[in-house]
């Protein structure tokens, strides 16, 4: 069982360490992960952890919450995640600032390897007061790149912004 949680943990800290955005607090990275779920399956052969029911996953100022996190680790070291839930969430302090970025989706997929975060149905990503909505959200982390889509799938919709001036006036609402 000791090895179970060791390569558990091992593949959470690997996921969240790679996965931290640009805007992200830096020492969260260097923080114990906490995982509390209803139940957990670890495969050490495949190189998959899942957990099921509740779960709540804590790193530093990272907090997500999904109905089932999935972690897969491939050959070369890479980490990729999945969190479905209605919704997963995730919270986690900007690095510099007294502001949170937060997500909200059906799904979350994270590519350790590409460096990329998926949003995936009725997502929305606010950083501070910034607010992006649409049904699949984007983020290139080594571009530091955002994309929203409003329709995908056959899924009727529209992508909305609020964006806040930058002279800390009130936000502006922005319809692309």
């Known amino acids: 069982m000791k090895r179970h949680s060791e390569m558990a943990r091992f593949l959470f800290s690997v996921l969240l360490a790679a996965s931290l955005p640009a805007w992200a607090e830096k020492a969260d990275k260097d923080k114990p992960v906490n995982l509390e779920s209803d139940s957990a399956r670890m495969d050490d052969v495949q190189k998959l952890a899942i957990y099921e029911g509740h779960v709540v996953l804590t790193q530093g ?4 919450t999904a109905d089932r ?3 897969r680790q491939d050959d070369k070291g890479f980490s990729s995640g999945e969190a479905v839930g209605k919704p997963t969430y995730f919270r986690q302090k900007m690095e510099g600032k007294d502001e949170y970025a937060e997500g909200w989706a059906n799904r979350l997929e994270y590519d350790g390897r590409a460096d990329k975060l998926k949003l995936i149905g009725q997502a929305r990503l606010k950083r501070g007061e910034d607010d992006l909505r649409g049904n699949l959200i984007t983020y290139d982390g080594k571009t ?23 002279t800390g006036g009130q936000p502006t609402a922005a319809k692309p």
């Open 144 to 166: 530091e790149y955002f994309q929203a889509q409003g329709s995908i799938s056959g899924n009727p919709g529209r992508v909305r912004a609020v964006i806040r001036a930058k």
């Open 61 to 64: 100022t990272l907090t997500i």
């Open 69 to 71: 996190i999935d972690v």
